[in-house]
């Protein structure tokens, strides 16, 4: 049996009831979250009459029975706040009895007569009622009383648990007050209070507000509109939360910031619709002593009130100071791990500066995670390109305060890696292991990669005749995996004439998206990066976002117009890389209006070249693309030349030691039939081998050279490294081909009706014409070590 007396249970009730007040009023996202605590599908704006499970489930009922309570007693007191403000602001009486009278009816809706649905709907139309017969049968003060008692029973009976203070408050106040300001009054407090219960959210609330005080200020007069602003605005509490603000600002100082941030006025009222002053500024100097409590504040104001301009301030004004402050390249690696609780994407608070600066920070911190001197010293070429980039746009802005801020910070940053990156350049001269400078599996990066791309001059040459030709066609660059197509289309910008503008787009990516809004959107964002990333920048505008969501496509096409226009004596060659993939944006989608896009960029811009850039020919896709890649050039992608794959093996980089027998270089030529990634692997696999022994004290560090016996050493790690590349050209190959390739590793002769798979496989640089041999050996070993494994 429980100890609690019933005054004790009264008491808990009661404080239950302005708790659940204060958080309507004050702090609705925590009233959000403890009401889905008790229901994941309540909301404050539901109906507690209307619910089945309130009857059933008891916090659902106690929930249900103090709302009720609450806008049945709270008017009252309401009422007693409200009107003497009224009187203060008009000068004019307030009729205290028709007040009362409304009140007395509103009580007897909401507490007295609860009842079923169906016998609420039967009092609110005897309520109706009540009101015409009043009008037409009895004196006026008699009608005003009826009618006051009438339209609390109304309201009392018909509210819904937001709407229940709001609209008691509204009529309550507004049946004692002169014609001219019963609507100013009526309507301010109703949103008032019908915000801070969630009837709508702040948006709802503050626009209706703009919206009716207007027409408040202008229809009834000075009165009723100061009343409104009064409630929606919330001055009567906006005013003693400045004075409390500007308490702690000047009181507390600076070093006691910290301890005052648990004491913010949005940590009480979690809806302050006026901007108060200084909370950003103690946040930031708070984050120099307590970096938790700062970033718990901010993410406080974030997620459970309505200051998220505040936070992103905050954020901007920490981001800043950490930004400014780096004195070492320590310190810029740093910043990377001590800013890496801000969102993402950003706040747009933080302007398109301070997020290049965490950009370049987790860029130094690649370069400072790589695994020797020399290519830490070429990745911090992607940060150092990245502030000279910074630098200039800096230059070219017109917004003086952001060049003043971090123009010195650019050059600060600068001077930093720049000294960095010439101690890593003597570290690796001075290093007694051999420089790993190939590359093997991503594509080559100009910024990092610098002359490691061999040969093609052919393919740029052509490239750049048929751009500039008088009618260019579509230009379809093809070949196998892992041939270089990518790596060219990044270096094309370098190797062409500066007026054709190749602008390169990742179809692969842009696939991800599942609309064709979000195509369109991927599809401008790369083109505008990648004109940004060339070597000559070149600013393009932003498309109209709204005619993207309107029309996707069209509004694509007069984007591309416009930049056409604005940029005279240019070409563009849009290059669209791992292009069959708009065939699954085709099936995801059930619309052709990509390619439709793409006929109709063809047939109208003029300006604009199309190149295509994928591992299928023409004839190995769908039937319907023929319709859209008319008058198409095909260039193909195949081995590197010799001469050029020798280049590539002795001289990767400039400066770098030859390091092999001349029968090693033939032995990588052969083994790998100048294929680009694949001599790039052997070469990483022999470097790496030949470090291992001099670590070993195995071999001397000034005169280690790879063998040809080095190269086949090295031959089970690199089809172990480059089993994704092997297994993928495996498993893309029809079952027909596949059998004709077992049957030659267990020594069959072709036969004549091979000829078609023999041609087909051929083409794909697998099998030499005359379909006996593989065209590169380790492709062979691997599919015997495949079929061993079988």
């Keep these: 049996m429980s100890n609690r007396s019933p005054a004790s249970g009264f008491w808990n009730y009661v404080v239950e009831c302005m708790c659940l007040l204060y958080w309507a009023y004050f702090k609705p996202f925590t009233f959000k979250r403890w009401l889905r605590d008790i229901n994941p599908e309540l909301k404050p704006t539901d109906d507690i009459n209307k619910q089945a499970e309130f009857y059933i489930d008891p916090r659902l009922r106690r929930y249900a029975g103090q709302a009720r309570w609450l806008t049945a007693v709270v008017p009252m007191f309401a009422v007693l706040l409200v009107a003497p403000v009224y009187i203060l602001i008009s000068g004019e009486s307030f009729n205290w009895f028709l007040s009362c009278v409304f009140l007395v009816g509103w009580f007897i809706g909401r507490v007295v007569y609860p009842g079923s649905n169906t016998n609420r709907l039967v009092i609110f139309l005897v309520a109706v009622l009540t009101i015409f017969l009043a009008v037409q049968f009895l004196p006026v003060v008699a009608v005003r009383v009826m009618v006051s008692v009438a339209l609390g029973v109304m309201f009392g009976v018909a509210a819904s648990v937001a709407f229940g203070v709001a609209a008691s408050v509204m009529v309550g106040v507004s049946a004692g007050m002169a014609p001219d300001v019963v609507v100013g009054v009526a309507v301010g407090v109703t949103f008032g209070v019908a915000t801070g219960v969630g009837l709508g959210g702040v948006e709802f609330g503050v626009a209706v507000g703009v919206m009716f005080g207007v027409a408040t200020g202008a229809g009834f007069g000075v009165a009723g509109s100061v009343a409104f602003i009064l409630g929606v605005l ?28 648990r004491y913010l006025p ?29 970033r718990e504040t901010i993410n406080y104001l974030i997620t459970s009130t309505n200051q998220q301009k505040v936070a992103a301030q905050a954020i901007s004004g920490i981001a800043v100071d950490i930004v400014n402050r780096c004195q070492r390249l320590s310190d810029i690696v740093e910043i990377a791990n001590q800013l890496a609780w801000i969102p993402s994407p950003p706040p747009k608070e933080l302007g398109i500066v301070l997020p290049q600066f965490l950009d370049i920070s987790q860029d130094v911190r690649a370069s400072e995670e790589a695994t020797s001197p020399y290519r830490k010293y070429e990745l911090l070429n992607i940060p150092i390109n990245a502030l000279r980039q910074l630098w200039q746009s800096l230059a070219l802005t017109k917004d003086a305060r952001v060049a003043v801020s971090f123009g010195n910070t650019v050059q600060s940053w600068l001077t930093i890696l720049e000294t960095a990156q010439r101690t890593l350049e003597e570290q690796a001269q001075q290093s007694q292991e051999i420089r790993q400078v190939y590359i093997a599996g991503n594509s080559l990066d100009p910024e990092t990669a610098k002359n490691r791309f061999k040969g093609r001059i052919d393919i740029f040459r052509e490239i750049e005749t048929l751009a500039l030709s008088e009618q260019p066609p579509v230009l379809l660059l093809y070949g196998g995996r892992r041939t270089g ?10 190797r062409i004439q500066a007026n054709i503008v190749p602008l390169l787009v990742d179809i692969q990516g842009a696939a991800a998206a599942t609309t064709l809004k979000g195509l369109a959107e991927n599809l401008a964002q790369q083109i505008i990066e990648a004109a940004r990333r060339l070597p000559r920048t070149v600013n393009l505008p932003y498309p109209d976002a709204n005619k993207l969501v309107e029309d996707p496509f069209p509004a694509l096409q007069n984007w591309l117009a416009e930049i056409e226009r604005s940029n005279s004596g240019k070409q563009f060659l849009l290059c669209l890389d791992e292009y069959e993939r708009l065939g699954e944006v085709v099936e995801a989608t059930s619309s052709r209006a990509p390619l439709n896009f793409i006929r109709n960029l063809l047939q109208h811009q003029r300006k604009w070249i199309l190149l295509f850039s994928g591992s299928q020919e023409l004839s190995e896709l769908d039937d319907y693309w023929s319709d859209y890649l008319i008058n198409t050039r095909a260039l193909r992608m195949t081995y590197l030349h010799e001469l050029e794959a020798r280049d590539l093996i002795q001289q990767p980089v400039e400066n ?14 052969q083994v790998t039939r100048c294929q680009p990634y694949l001599v790039q692997l052997v070469c990483y696999e022999v470097v790496e081998l030949l470090n291992r022994d001099i670590r070993r004290n195995r071999r001397e560090a000034d005169t280690a050279i790879a063998t040809a016996q080095d190269v086949k050493e090295v031959i089970p790690v690199v089809l172990e490294r480059g089993e994704y590349y092997f297994r993928e050209l495996w498993t893309s190959l029809a079952e027909s081909d596949r059998s004709l390739l077992r049957r030659i590793i267990h020594g069959e002769t072709p036969m004549q009706q091979d000829k078609g798979v023999i041609r087909k496989l051929t083409r794909k640089e697998i099998l030499t014409p005359e379909g006996n041999a593989f065209q590169v050996p380790l492709v062979q070993k691997y599919i015997e070590q495949l079929l061993e494994e079988e």
């Design 234 to 261: 919330r001055v009567y509490f906006w005013l003693p939360e400045l004075l409390w603000i500007l308490t702690l600002f000047l009181l507390s100082g600076n070093g006691k910031w910290v301890n005052c941030l």
């Design 266 to 294: 949005p940590r009480f009222d979690e809806l302050i619709i006026l901007p108060l002053p200084f909370m950003d500024v103690m946040i930031v100097e708070a984050y120099e002593k307590n970096p938790d409590v700062a």
């Design 485 to 494: 197509k990518t790596s060219a289309l990044k270096y094309l910008p370098y």
């Design 656 to 669: 770098f030691s030859n390091i092999y027998e001349p029968t090693a270089v033939d032995e990588i030529i």
